[in-house]
């Protein structure tokens, strides 16, 4: 029997987003379990539901209990659940299925691979859902549910998730903290962010064609050490950057010279 039914453990932006495309799959929520009443009842006049801020005071009536909290305190409210044959999951990118094991027979990872902020609600209908359960009748209904949320639906093992979650946090937290620094230099100097806009989607848009590595360009990889001379002298007062940009620089001069050296000494056998 398919998913119909959920309780969401957590009341934050991932909970939040979830919970809109979820009922509007005609998927009922039932409850929202908060620590704080506010966050709680919040969620819950947007998802017309129940809410709590006890967690034994959880309806067990649902089908499925949603787990949408820190990292750091999964263990702490999967050790509360006693929820027999519900099925119980959690959302996190790093955090393995065995975590879950004590809360009921049936467990398992509903992960969406995105990036969750409260000023922008994010299209999930092309967001990878990395899925993961405990037994095969777990495994079929949470990838029939993602199945009403996305087109992309995963089935992914706690290790692997765990490297997507390295590699995302590179490609996504990392990245974006160099737009703040962009962002910053520019302001210090009376100019709009929005100058970068088409390059950083053409940055992002010839992903799609090409691999990463052939998509870098830049001083660095050019050895250029005029150009990042100049460049580290106009940030000689600010440390942070200067740092950033020296690690930076020699990490992607240093990788693209053992790439090149490579690819000659395999011309050569």
Known sequence: MAISTVVF??????????????????????????????????LASLLKCNFTNDITSLTKKADLYIISISDNFIAEIAGQLHLQNKIVVH?????????????????????????????????????????????????????????????DVRQINSKERAVIHLAAVFACNFTNFMMVNADEILKANGIS?????????????????????????????????KVMQKHLEMLKNDPNKSMIYQLLSSQISNFFETDKNKADDSKEL
């Open 9 to 42: 453990i957590g009341a934050g932006r991932v909970a939040t987003r979830l919970g809109l495309s979820l009922i509007k799959e005609s998927i009922s929520v039932l409850q929202v379990y908060s620590r704080t009443i506010e966050s709680a009842s919040a």
């Open 91 to 151: 959302t996190s990118g790093s955090v393995p299925i065995e975590i879950l094991k004590n809360t009921s027979n049936h467990f398992g990872v509903f992960y969406p691979l995105n990036t969750f902020i409260k000023e922008k609600i994010i299209n999930l209908s092309t967001t990878p859902f990395c899925i993961e359960a405990s037994d095969d009748q777990t495994e079929e209904k949470l990838i029939g549910l993602a199945s009403r949320i996305t087109s």
């Open 193 to 225: 962010f929005d100058i970068l806009m088409p390059l950083i989607g053409e940055t992002i848009e010839k992903l799609y064609d090409i691999s990463p590595k052939m998509a870098q360009t830049g001083p660095a990889i050019r050895n250029d050490t």
